[in-house]
């Protein structure tokens, strides 16, 4: 019985890990992509310069890539494509990406590496964010619905499930010893 609990105890551990441990974007193909800074403080109108670098196997700076933005709002599936350009620095890139209304967006890059003639162009696609309104009363953290978003909340409530069933797996353990050791 002792055994099973602490099979139980590390299945869960390892699922924890698995779900809440940071993981990269996808890249793909043979680059990736490293955003410069997320879109905070946008309002729906204002023009937000995406800043990027296309990393030739996640390390070299490539350039004569044919990188874009695009951007999705999830409840309209309205699809904006924004080419980006040369920045002066070798591999990194800039588009003026414009959200046209306030709320959630998605948004991805293509590292446009076919054009270099070094690999397959791929996509790496970023967690949405949230737009002001065009007057600036955007509330950043909010979503286009009035409510905060969840993800962080939900993970937070299984962080802190998991470690309720850790400590009290690891107190049924000592229970279940046998008394002398």
Do not use: C, K
Request: aromatic share 6%.
């Amino acid at each position: 019985m002792r055994h099973s609990v602490a099979r139980y105890v590390i299945a869960l551990a390892v699922l924890t890990v698995a779900l809440v441990a940071p993981t990269a974007a996808p890249a793909g193909g043979w680059a990736s992509v490293e955003l410069a800074a997320m879109p905070t403080g946008i309002d729906a109108g204002e023009t937000w310069t995406a800043r990027f670098t296309v990393l030739r196997h996640g390390v070299t700076p490539t350039d004569g890539a044919m990188p874009s933005v695009s951007i999705v709002h999830p409840q309209t599936s309205e699809r904006s494509t924004f080419p980006a350009d040369p920045a002066g620095e070798t591999g990194v890139y800039e588009a003026a990406v414009v959200f046209p209304t306030a709320g959630s967006w998605r948004f991805e890059i293509d590292n446009g590496l076919e054009a270099t003639g070094y690999g397959v162009s791929a996509t790496t696609r970023f967690d949405p964010v949230t737009i002001g309104s065009a007057d600036g009363n955007g509330i950043p953290g909010v979503g286009g619905d009035g409510l905060l978003l969840p993800l962080p909340l939900a993970g937070l409530g299984v962080l802190l499930a998991l470690a309720l069933v850790a400590i009290f797996g690891i107190r049924r353990l000592r229970r279940l010893a046998p008394a002398g050791r």
